[in-house]
């Protein structure tokens, strides 16, 4: 059963709610054959019964370390590895950060734990090369002219 932490209207009419199964048991997850023969249907009747598909994928967000069913797919650890017939294109996920390629951008990557996009990477990297100074060029010291020299 998937456990919302925060209620929006449709979770709780949605076909899945309060239903088991959509998050495998360690069990069924050390034995990848018993997982797909169980997630058949369950992805199946995500596609030809939820008309909440892509709301959820949404909401759950599927990535590393996630495991279940969402969208029409079983989902290992981020990855999708198996579609159920008629499931739709899933679009990329936009992010959850601030505006990309501002410190708030990275601020916010930083915060969800995701990775850097682009556009932060460099602005993270500016930043890193600001808060290191400007280099110096050292030289050296002008030695004093000695006394025995002047004759």
Not at 71 to 80: E, F, S, Y
Request: hydrophobic share 40%.
């Amino acid at each position: 059963m998937i456990t919302p932490t925060v209620n929006a209207g449709w979770v709780s009419s949605a076909p899945c709610a309060g239903a088991d199964g959509y998050v495998p048991s360690d069990g069924q997850l050390s034995a990848p054959d018993r997982l797909m023969k169980a997630a058949a249907p369950l992805m199946q009747a995500c596609v030809e019964s939820c008309p909440f598909i892509i709301a959820c994928y949404d909401r759950v967000r599927p990535d590393v370390g996630f495991d279940g069913v969402c969208a029409g797919r079983l989902w290992i650890d981020g990855t999708p590895v198996a579609v159920a017939e008629g499931a739709p294109r899933l679009r990329k996920l936009p992010s959850r950060a601030g505006i990309c390629g501002t410190s708030s951008g990275v601020a916010g990557h930083r915060r969800v734990g995701e990775p850097l996009c682009g556009d932060c990477r460099v602005t993270a990297q500016r930043a890193d090369v600001r808060k290191a100074g400007a280099a110096t060029i050292r030289t050296r010291r002008k030695s004093k002219p000695s006394a025995a020299v002047a004759a």
